[in-house]
């Protein structure tokens, strides 16, 4: 268990619908990132929190995808009219950066589009 | 683009050390080399990272070679739950830079 939490761990929905998912970092670190990641591929880049503003959105992240992270602690990823290509695990990581800047990586959200 | 290349897969038996290499050719003076690995239906972990020297940790050995062009990472007594892939990344260590992962190495622990 790294300390970051990711809520739902699996979601299963029908094509068209909306869905939400929330990661909590842990508590001292100030940078929040979200990751997609398909079968056989390594996990790629979604959007960058550093607090509350979101600094970085990769091309991947089209505009039925949006990020928050209100107060600058947990954040949520909500994907709208979803599409069977957005199956996949969405991950969640959070660093203190500076030198290191290690992410810690939460388990992930395994959203399966029907 | 990943800026890392790894072999896809390895198999190393089990009390063995695991040697994994990574050629980073256009790594730049300012970037260091890190090691993730990725369990089975869990997220990625962090295990290692470098710039010039070799380092050491709990989990592994991280040895770069002079020109920095390539790495290999070595876990000293593998262990079945090492099995995992394992990701070789180039990037600035205190940037805002994500992370690019590319397909990693898929390790395979023998008993």
């Known amino acids: 268990d790294t300390g970051v939490s990711q809520n739902p761990r699996h979601k299963i929905t029908k094509r068209g619908q909306n869905v939400t998912f929330r990661c909590d970092p842990i508590?001292?670190?100030?940078?929040l990132y979200w990751y997609r990641q398909t079968l056989g591929q390594g996990p790629e880049f979604l959007t960058y929190?550093?607090?509350?503003?979101?600094?970085?959105k990769s091309r991947l992240l089209s505009d039925r995808f949006s990020a928050e992270r209100p107060k600058g602690s947990f954040s949520t990823l909500e994907i709208q009219r979803t599409e069977q290509g957005d199956s996949a695990m969405y991950l969640c990581?959070?660093?203190?950066?500076?030198?290191?800047?290690?992410?810690?990586f939460g388990p992930g959200t395994r959203l399966t589009v029907l | 683009d990943a800026k890392t290349t790894q072999p896809t897969s390895m198999d190393c038996a089990e009390g063995r050390a695991a040697n994994l290499p990574c050629n980073h050719s256009?790594?730049?003076?300012?970037?260091?080399v890190y090691w993730y690995r990725q369990i089975h239906s869990q997220g990625p972990q962090y295990i290692i990272h470098?710039?010039?020297n070799n380092e050491t940790n709990e989990m592994a050995s991280l040895i770069i070679t002079e020109d920095r062009k390539s790495s290999t990472l070595i876990l000293p007594h593998a262990t079945l739950r090492d099995t995992a892939v394992y990701y070789c990344?180039?990037?600035?260590?205190?940037?805002?830079?994500?992370?690019?992962f590319g397909k990693g190495t898929r390790l395979h622990i023998l008993p």
């Open positions: 929190f550093q607090n509350e503003a979101q600094l970085e």
């Open positions: 470098g710039l010039k």
């Open positions: 990344i180039v990037r600035v260590a205190a940037g805002d830079d994500k992370i690019i």
């Open positions: 256009t790594i730049s003076g300012n970037e260091y």
């Open positions: 508590s001292e670190h100030n940078r």
């Open positions: 990581a959070s660093s203190l950066g500076g030198l290191s800047n290690e992410q810690f």
